[in-house]
């Protein structure tokens, strides 16, 4: 995100919404990889998975210089943590991102067991890993769609509708896991996870 706002000026919200959106890929793309390795062990997919984050950090650290915005702070301030919270909106805007994480890293984390228990429980199967590299990865274009949206409506009006999408899929996604259509499941998660 540094770098975003290091070359954009202008427009932030929407080079916001194309590095977002690569994150959330690569969120995503280990479940890719499980469902395309031929059923090889987990440890692969992991140090598949570290050995390309690695290499991509170390890319952006050599390839990628300060940009033309970069505002260099004069002094470590400490006290600045208490100092930003007194802020009404800030507050109210990172108490929000807070719970918006807390929320997301949840869903994604829990996406695999959802779709294994609700396949144990209604007896049927589909590729597990692929759909959730789906349910995941399908963040990415609405991550991007959002940055380009914020250029017209403004990020606050974006974020606040993502937001109660996200919280309305939270408090009605019990009773979508209690229906035994597969479809609808999957409907509903790919909308959660856009």
Known sequence: MKIAADYFEKGLGKALGFLVGALVLGTAFPHAIRQFSGGLP????????????LLGGLIIRYTVPDGPYRK??????WNAVFTVF???????????????MWELYTFWAFVPVILLAHQNAFNYS???????????GIGSLSCIAGGLWSQSIGPNKVAARALAASGICCLTSPLVL???????????LL???S
């Open 126 to 136: 589909l590729p597990t890993s692929g759909t959730a590299f789906a349910i995941i």
């Open 191 to 193: 909308f959660w996870g």
């Open 42 to 53: 987990w440890k692969v997919v992991f140090l598949s998975t570290s050995a390309l984050a």
């Open 86 to 100: 007194k802020g009404t909106r800030f507050r109210s805007a990172a108490f929000g991102y807070f719970g918006h």
């Open 72 to 77: 260099r702070a004069d002094k470590l301030h």
């Open 178 to 188: 209690n229906q035994s259509n597969p479809t609808l499941l999957i409907c509903f």
